[in-house]
């Protein structure tokens, strides 16, 4: 093993380990919901330790996913489950919403606004996730079986 594999491996067993702090919480596709899927955040940021920068960051990132999830992801009055996972990591906050909406790559960032005007300025639709991107280290999306899976990593 040579020193940069040695370095990945010891931050896999970190992973691991404070992967034991970690949450999940299962609501139904209603915004209703979004009440208990912030009492989970708060729950694990307390747990976890994380500053309130983290905390604000990840109910900001969590509201907007889940919010366009239960708007724009199903036929109106179909009736889902949606999974939100938060896992503490050695460097990072790594946040998991699943679903069975329609298929949709929140991966990709929607323009910013332009130049020499602020995101207030942005019209409606793509700011969330425009700011979910600002927020996050990385964003990714995977469609496994009929089931969406993104995957945000927000810095510690």
């Given at each position: 093993?040579?020193?940069?594999?040695a370095?990945?491996?010891?931050?896999?067993?970190?992973?691991?380990?404070?992967?034991?702090k970690?949450?999940?919480?299962?609501?139904?596709?209603?915004?209703?919901?979004?009440?208990?899927?912030?009492?989970?955040?708060?729950?694990?940021?307390?747990?976890?330790?994380?500053?309130?920068?983290?905390?604000?960051?990840?109910?900001l990132?969590?509201?907007?996913?889940?919010?366009?999830?239960?708007?724009?992801?199903?036929?109106?009055?179909?009736?889902?489950?949606?999974?939100?996972?938060?896992?503490?990591?050695?460097?990072?906050?790594?946040?998991?919403?699943?679903?069975?909406?329609?298929?949709?790559?929140?991966?990709?960032?929607?323009?910013?606004?332009?130049?020499?005007?602020?995101?207030?300025?942005?019209?409606?639709?793509?700011?969330?996730?425009?700011?979910?991107?600002?927020?996050?280290?990385?964003?990714?999306?995977?469609?496994?079986?009929?089931?969406?899976?993104?995957?945000?990593?927000?810095?510690?």
């Open positions: 093993m040579n020193g940069d594999n370095g990945t491996a010891r931050s896999d067993q970190q992973d691991i380990l404070m992967a034991a970690a949450e999940k919480v299962t609501v139904r596709n209603d915004l209703s919901e979004l009440q208990a899927v912030y009492s989970a955040l708060e729950s694990f940021s307390r747990t976890a330790g994380l500053s309130d920068e983290v905390r604000r960051s990840m109910l990132v969590v509201e907007e996913l889940f919010s366009n999830t239960v708007s724009y992801g199903y036929p109106k009055g179909e009736a889902d489950e949606i999974v939100v996972t938060m896992a503490l990591r050695s460097r990072h906050v790594e946040l998991t919403l699943t679903d069975s909406g329609k298929p949709f790559d929140n991966s990709i960032s929607p323009d910013g606004p332009v130049q020499g005007e602020d995101a207030e300025s942005m019209p409606v639709g793509g700011l969330g996730l425009f700011l979910v991107h600002q927020l996050a280290e990385q964003v990714t999306t995977k469609r496994s079986g009929d089931r969406n899976h993104t995957i945000v990593r927000l810095p510690r």
